[in-house]
């Protein structure tokens, strides 16, 4: 039984605490769903069950009572954290030295472990070459490995598109039944009629409701939708696409074009793009399997990675990271990578700053911006304090703060609650509206279907629209 009895916690600069007497327990082979808004403290329960905190991120805790199972396996949001070596098989391998398997036997544990996940790889393939997506299916064979007595999981299918996601829990599921598992998560659609108990937290990281799934979306709807969880009804509450043309909103215009384009990882060809044109004004999913070349597609129109073929802004030929960086602002799925300042409010700020208006008129976008994202609580914490919900919205902040045409997005809204994301697709249409472009790539599929201009795909090394899509 994992158990926790009046358990209080505060990050050293934050103004409030994360956790003020909890209480929560936890029986054996139990299946477990935490939800609540972003921030309200679930990664970080998580972290402190698992026995991370304290033994591995010192944070100021005390309680009364806490049972923790030692022999567990955590899969993180960021699956970087969780990764010691710098090649796929070494770090399987690791996992199976601490285990003490025998090295004859670990090539085909490791091999059953990546089949288990749907991940091809051979055994030279470094880590830092994968997807996100792919890392992801990394995290979770590694934790397959582990025969852990307890799992957390915390977003474990975030990075992930959808036919992946549906595929991986599928596998979860088939191995949980002997384990303990606590799950935070966003996508509910997949484990909602299989587990046994739904936790939902209020923004202080209290528990308002224990109850059964069925109980909690028949009892608690308005309440789910008022603390931003994504239950089965959550898009009823999304804002209405416009109807606006650019024509008619926009003050500027600006183009970026491929021509006769082909991306490389490596070696190895993995994109082609004929020819294509995106307009100020646009929004652009792009979509496409983990491994398809998604995040490379970003990384070369930033002029961060090789290409063949040219690629132009304003008919004006892009061979420099300098040139690209003049109109253009890419945001990672790491919001870490970032991150330069000392506090959240700062990282807004200096991009507000260099517009050219006033001191005082910088503050002010900036106190707005933290506003419209929920981050006012934390504007004096270090942006690597923040959940993982709380750095990605601070991320998008500030790109959409700069003064670039076109903000580059990668995976922009997995990790957050229903609220945060609503006010992120407000916040697009409001830039779009401006003379920005969005280029985002996502495997939300109400966002796909409600939103964009334009409907980008990969597919057999290739990019090509899909029809439809007329709004912004």
Request: charge should be negative; charged fraction near 20%; aromatic fraction near 8%.
């Amino acid at each position: 039984m994992i158990v926790t009895k009046n358990l209080r916690l505060k990050y050293p600069n934050a103004q409030h605490k994360i956790f003020d007497n909890l209480s929560i327990n936890i029986n054996d082979k139990e299946k477990v769903l935490l939800l609540g808004p972003s921030g309200s403290g679930k990664s970080t329960l998580l972290n402190v069950l698992s026995g991370i905190v304290p033994n591995l991120i010192d944070l100021p805790m005390k309680y009364d009572e806490l049972h923790i199972d030692h022999n567990c396996g955590v899969i993180f949001q960021d699956p970087d954290s969780q990764f010691c070596m710098p090649k796929v098989y070494e770090e399987l391998a690791f996992v199976l030295e601490n285990l003490n398997v025998p090295r004859i036997n670990m090539d085909e544990k490791i091999k059953a472990a990546l089949t288990a996940v749907g991940l091809n790889v051979d055994k030279d393939q470094y880590i830092n070459q994968l997807s996100g997506g792919m890392k992801q299916k990394l995290a979770i064979a590694e934790t397959l490995l582990q025969q852990a007595d307890t799992l957390f999981l915390d977003e474990p299918t975030a990075m992930l598109d959808v036919e992946a996601t549906a595929d991986l829990w599928q596998k979860i599921k088939a191995l949980w039944k002997d384990q303990t598992v606590l799950i935070v998560e966003h996508k509910v659609e997949h484990i909602w009629q299989h587990i046994d108990r739904v936790l939902l937290f209020n923004y202080n990281g209290e528990i308002i409701a224990d109850e059964s799934p069925t109980k909690m979306l028949r009892d608690y709807e308005d309440l789910l939708t008022e603390y931003g969880v994504w239950h089965p009804n959550a898009w009823q509450y999304a804002p209405k696409p416009s109807t606006c043309t650019n024509t008619e909103i926009l003050p500027t215009n600006s183009n970026f074009k491929f021509n006769q384009v082909t991306v490389k990882r490596g070696k190895r060809k993995l994109l082609r793009i004929s020819e294509h044109i995106i307009n100020t004004g646009d929004w652009i999913t792009i979509t496409g399997p983990n491994g398809s070349g998604k995040t490379t597609l970003l990384e070369s129109m930033m002029q961060l990675i090789k290409y063949e073929g040219k690629m132009y802004i304003n008919d004006y030929p892009l061979t420099k990271i300098k040139d690209a960086a003049k109109h253009m602002y890419l945001v990672y799925q790491n919001p870490e990578l970032q991150f330069i300042t000392n506090s959240v409010f700062e990282e807004i700020f200096i991009q507000y700053k260099n517009h050219s208006i006033s001191k005082d008129d910088a503050i002010q976008e900036t106190v707005e911006m933290l506003k419209t994202l929920n981050l006012e609580n934390v504007q004096s914490q270090h942006p690597y304090e923040l959940s993982m919900g709380q750095k990605r919205r601070l991320s998008v902040a500030i790109a959409l703060s700069s003064s670039s045409t076109f903000i580059l997005l990668d995976e922009p809204t997995f990790g957050l609650d229903s609220h945060n994301t609503f006010n992120l697709i407000k916040l697009f249409q409001k830039r779009i509206q401006h003379g920005q472009t969005i280029i985002m790539v996502t495997h939300d599929s109400e966002l796909i279907s409600r939103y964009p201009t334009h409907r980008l795909h990969v597919d057999q090394h290739q990019l090509y629209e899909l029809k439809g899509g007329t709004h912004v």
